[in-house]
């Protein structure tokens, strides 16, 4: 996830307010400790650049959700569903372990919107994650077939999406357990064997649903 480099005021609050927000959470971050790490004297430069503190951090969140939909996704109609899936795990391991973006202050800002969020989560849920999630469901109905339920859709869904963000909520942990693995240098070998894990976990609900069907019609 890249973030302006420019040395404008409005950057220095915007990349400040990140670090804080990180630090603090949202609750007990101040507008003068944003104002103190951006190097900005005046306290009211976050309400004449952003409009408030709640204002700045929606537009931090506008960053982190909107990141995904960055990717390239031409042609996307034209896949086939294993190819998308794959897809998709592997836009998902970049965005989040390529360049360590797991211990960033990004991750940590994502994560504390997780436990604890924000008047804001509502409408970008809506804005971003709701025309992604039908694209990412059509994916498993079309995988697992007739005869799949929407649980199991959804399920398949979550099971995935769970392993592709395991290192951003346990990496504290991980990270001790197994000092010398590197998301950053192996994020494509993680994005391939979360795809074939999850493939081999499709095709077993998938021979599920068809053992159910034969034993229907043979009634």
Known sequence: MSLQQDNSTRTRL???GIKVFAEKGFRNATIREICKQAGA???NSIHYYFGSKEMLYREILELIFSEYDNFDLQDWDRKTP????KEMILNFSILLYKNNAFASDITAIFVNEMTRPSPFIEDLVDKYNRPRIKRHLK???DLLGKGATENMVRDCLVS?????????????????LFPDYSPKKDHEAWANHVFEFSMGGIASIKEKIEKKKEKQNGN
């Open 139 to 141: 994916i498993f109905c």
């Open 14 to 16: 915007f990349n400040a």
């Open 41 to 43: 004297a005046n306290i």
């Open 160 to 176: 995935v999406s769970g392993q592709l963000l395991y290192y951003s909520f346990a990496w504290p942990v991980f990270s001790r």
């Open 82 to 85: 294993q190819a998308q899936l």
